[in-house]
């Protein structure tokens, strides 16, 4: 859960249906993020994210790895390993293969999906239950991490408006859903890098054992062509949750810090 609550927060245009061209993605080979979390007043993991190329059945994609640790006294109760995968195409960031594999407390689950686009479905193999499922998909649909890096490069920053509100297909383990979010305005953040102006975004959530009502979940973005999140804050059933840009690599463009 704590990887999913870095890299599903995201704008979701459904407006502009033009691929992106590799050459003019807003991410690059070797950028990494790394987000410190908070549980209240307690550090309670780590977050990366890191994006390098590959190759998926002899086609050109970037891999993207994302992992979740818990640290400190929540490590002691509630030990978090969180690992999460996607393979995307590099010219139309569309998902070929996504990973999930997760312990969290003892809730574990080892579930790969494959997509076939041309087909309309997803092939999902549940390594832990040993067992495969073809479920249908609609056109366009993104995994929870494939999402945040298709929509850095389609939002347009400057056609925002207050109280925008898209949706995005997205399929989750095996699972067809709409992410929806709606967009707040602007706001300048506080980060450990100095102040940073943001664009401002509520994803819609799904309220009960996670968290405590649909707009629980608020996420600040980079107002730059980086568009990377700065800060996002949860409200759980128990508790809160902040995670914050703890360190940075290998941005494709500049990142826009605000003299005091």
Same mark, same amino acid.
């Given at each position: @859960?704590?990887?999913? #609550?870095? &890299? ?7 407006? /502009?249906?033009?691929?992106? &061209? ?37 086609? =050109? ?8 640790? %818990?640290?400190? *006294?929540?490590?002691?109760? #509630? ?66 991490? %494939? ?6 490069? @389609? ?12 949706? $995005? =297909? ?6 067809? #859903? ?9 706001? &300048? ?6 102040? &940073? ?5 509520? =994803?819609? +959530?799904? %309220?009960?054992? +996670? #968290? ?6 608020? +996420? ?8 990377? =999140? *700065? ?6 059933? +128990? ?5 914050? $840009? ?13 003299? /005091?």
């Amino acid at each position: @859960m704590i990887t999913v #609550f870095t &890299v599903t927060t995201a704008f979701t245009p459904v407006h /502009n249906t033009i691929e992106p &061209v590799e050459e003019q993605l807003a991410f690059k080979n070797g950028e990494w993020f790394k987000f410190r979390i908070h549980y209240g007043i307690f550090n309670a993991s780590y977050a990366e994210l890191k994006v390098n190329k590959s190759r998926l059945k002899g086609k =050109p994609v970037y891999h993207i790895k994302g992992t979740g640790k %818990s640290t400190g *006294l929540l490590h002691l109760f #509630f030990k978090v390993d969180d690992n999460y995968e996607t393979y995307i195409d590099r010219k139309t960031v569309k998902p070929y293969r996504f990973i999930r594999k997760i312990d969290e407390g003892g809730h574990t689950k080892d579930i790969q999906i494959d997509f076939d686009h041309d087909a309309g479905t997803a092939l999902v193999h549940d390594k832990k239950h040993k067992t495969k499922s073809t479920v249908d998909i609609a056109p366009s649909t993104q995994d929870m991490m %494939s999402a945040f890096y298709h929509l850095r490069n @389609m939002v347009d920053i400057n056609d925002l408006k207050l109280g925008d509100e898209f949706t $995005l =297909p997205m399929f989750f383990d095996k699972e067809n #859903f709409d992410f929806k979010l709606k967009y707040l305005g602007e706001e &300048v953040v506080k980060t450990k890098f100095g102040k &940073v102006a943001s664009l401002k975004f509520r =994803p819609y +959530v799904q %309220s009960g054992r +996670v #968290f405590k009502e649909e707009e629980s979940l608020t +996420v600040w973005i980079s107002k730059d062509e980086n568009k990377i =999140p *700065l800060k996002i804050k949860a409200k759980l059933a +128990v508790g809160s949750l902040t995670a914050d $840009l703890d360190a940075f690599k290998g941005l494709k463009h500049s990142f826009q810090i605000i003299a /005091n």
